[in-house]
């Protein structure tokens, strides 16, 4: 839906892209509070689960969400960005790289080890898309190569990310243990897929929208009148952003970071 907005004479990208991130948090909001979708069930007593994660508190905002938010700003904004000194086949010769990077970051963040057979795995995925690219017109340019590459894994990154948030987090408060009286670190529930997205996609349009701002300007009031006709595209995109992201967390929650 992002491309279908050039014939309506919208220019601003990363303006669009961060409003449809906020559509998309608002749309998870929508799931959970309204639709009940993965709405965590108080205990019998009625009372809150305390092991749930407070989901508005400012620790989990700064320490979970925020680092997760900078991560796919710094992936969109560096792709965007490299695409003026490289080609698309180029960009995406770099993006084949993006198993490798997972499962290094895997190995280091989540401390999981990758198996041979995975690494095995990753020669045809890898050396396929290169393949598929080497027609392609490619123009090197040192300086678009390091923004792709810091794209890919600003990218790995965010994917490790989402698979530490869907593990059990510990809270940091001390617990005395019925057995022997020695202090335990209590473990806070992991986030589910639709908390991520509420939290991490309107974090992300809103410093998305403030690089918007800083980079594009002008142009977003010049293309307000466009933005505006253009409201029902956006609106879609939103809701196809809230379903993939929505997607490709729960298949990290039930398989792996590296999948």
Known sequence: PTSWLAPCGVTVPLFVTGVQMVLAGS???FAIFVLGVQRRKPLPDG????????LLS????KHRILPLGVARCIDIGCGNAALVSVSVALQQVIKALLPVFVSLLSVTVLNKAVSFETWLTMIPIVGGTIAATVGGK????????????????????????NAKLLQ???????????????????KTAPLLPLEILLLEAPTSGLLL???????????????APNLLRALPINALGGLLMFANQASYITVIQQSSAVS
Do not use: M, Y
Request: charged share 15%.
């Open 27 to 29: 749309v998870a909001a």
């Open 47 to 54: 009372r809150r689960d305390p092991n749930a994660p407070d």
């Open 58 to 61: 400012w620790a989990t905002l």
């Open 138 to 161: 490619v123009s090197p340019s040192a300086f678009g190569v390091g923004l792709a590459l810091v794209s890919c894994f600003a990218r790995s990154f965010k994917c490790v990310l």
């Open 209 to 223: 929208l403030a690089l918007s701002v800083a980079i594009e300007g002008h142009h977003v009031v010049a293309n």
């Open 168 to 186: 059990p987090a510990s809270s940091g408060k001390g617990q005395a243990s019925d057995r022997d009286g020695e202090g335990t670190t209590a």
